[in-house]
């Protein structure tokens, strides 16, 4: 990567990070790093996660699970077009499997990552025309780069609710629960969701990977 470009340097230093490991903010990642990240200089569209389940820690591919599935088929997007990276962009929130808690879930994202990553690698992304922000973190942390910090109290279902006030931002943000199948049962209580919110991610998403 020494001969790329600013992205491709930056990307590099991200997929050698050790800093959960090194010089970790409370206890050091359970598991070996390897940092998730696919980013190119053409990609419009930015898929901003939460942070690589145990599957994507093994297989090195983002969302390469059943949650995968049923984000894609939100997106209306095929396989071959979600791994296409040069039309879109994947950066969880927490590159590394952060581990499971004492219930067995999915630790949140480390704090690390975005401390360290973030700012520095949206700023090499500056033709992200969408950011579709899965999950409570992404969120947060988006809004705020924005300068429209959410409420502190929010709940994701009520972020997803107001998914139009991300609509006048550039670039635009757009909200929506994770699509694990922990989230099923909020999705059938929900239905304004699929009748709603799904016609207009999907027409924001064809706009951006469109050409």
């Not at 990567?1 to 409370?26: F, H, N």
């Not at 070996?32 to 200089?41: N, T």
């Not at 704090?111 to 409570?136: F, N, S």
Request: proline letters at 9%; glycine letters at 10%; aromatic letters at 10%.
């Amino acid at each position: 990567m020494a001969g790329g470009t600013a992205l491709d340097r930056y990307a590099a230093r991200i997929g050698a990070c050790r800093i959960c490991l090194e010089s970790p903010q409370g206890a050091p990642l359970p598991y070996p790093p390897r940092p998730v990240l696919r980013v190119s200089r053409s990609a419009r569209l930015l898929i901003a996660g939460q942070a690589p389940g145990l599957r994507v820690h093994r297989s090195g591919l983002p969302f390469d699970d059943a949650s995968g599935d049923r984000l894609r088929a939100w997106l209306d997007v095929d396989r071959a077009l979600f791994y296409d990276r040069a039309r879109i962009a994947i950066a969880p929130m927490g590159f590394c499997f952060p581990g499971y808690d004492a219930k067995g879930s999915d630790l949140p994202p480390r704090v690390e990552c975005a401390t360290a990553w973030r700012d520095g690698l949206m700023d090499l992304l500056p033709q992200i025309e969408l950011i579709v922000l899965v999950g409570g973190y992404a969120q947060r942390w988006h809004f705020a780069r924005a300068g429209a910090p959410l409420r502190r109290d929010a709940r994701v279902g009520a972020i997803v609710r107001n998914w139009r006030d991300g609509a006048a931002r550039r670039p635009q943000l757009f909200p929506l629960p994770h699509p694990s199948w922990r989230n099923t049962g909020w999705l059938k209580a929900n239905p304004w969701f699929e009748s709603d919110v799904l016609p207009d991610l999907r027409a924001a998403v064809a706009r951006a990977v469109s050409g």
